[in-house]
């Protein structure tokens, strides 16, 4: 009888610890279950980083974990896009550094909720139907609204950073981060809040980045996607 009470014991403790187990994954997966990280790169792999990216080999380069684009600063672009167009509530945060720059006029674009595709040529860039681009000159950011293929909005210098970004290859990485949620979107810059803007249209799209008149190095890329246009909640 005893030997039996103490088997019971043992065998209720074991109980208690499956369920504060089971218990335990039901939570996590609660606390962690609507953020998912769907890309990482790093640029250690040049091909593999060509192809996710959609890179143009005349435009963009990949070496020793970064990507350089190769476009010159006299009237000259790189760009490229990728994700997808159901892509709703996300973050993308990156590393930057800018290694030449024109003296009169240059700066680099990061599109979200782009509705296509944009890489290769400025005209595919200017025939965007709708997404909200933020571009730096290297001492704020700026941004244009574009709705039907027209820009509805626009503003000049809506956050300054607190230093002004270098210009060279022993520049120091400034880290950006653009994060769309709702109808609003913000934009971080080593981890401080620069700006935020409220009332956006565009509902869902892809990223792209986009450079002209300025060289850039751009490395550990990260996009965290926590809703699509197509999820059930």
Known sequence: MLNQNKEAKIMKKWIAWIFMICMMG???FAAFGNSKTVFIEDFKDSAAAMKNLNLYPGRWEVADGILRSKNSINDDIAIFSFGDVNWKDYDVEFKIKRLEANSKDQHFSIYVRCDKDLSGTIQEANNMSSGLRLYCRGDAVS??????KK???S???????SKRMEVGGKSPWSTFKVAVKGNTAA???DGSSICKIDNIVPSSGKL????YNV???ITD????VYSTVDQTR
């Open 26 to 28: 039901v939570y996590s």
């Open 143 to 148: 941004y244009i609204e574009i709705i039907g």
């Open 151 to 153: 820009t509805a909005r």
């Open 155 to 161: 503003a000049e210098a809506i956050g300054t950073l």
């Open 187 to 189: 934009v971080y810059v």
């Open 208 to 211: 792209a980045f986009f450079v």
């Open 215 to 217: 060289k850039v190095a």
């Open 221 to 224: 890329l990260k996009v965290t």
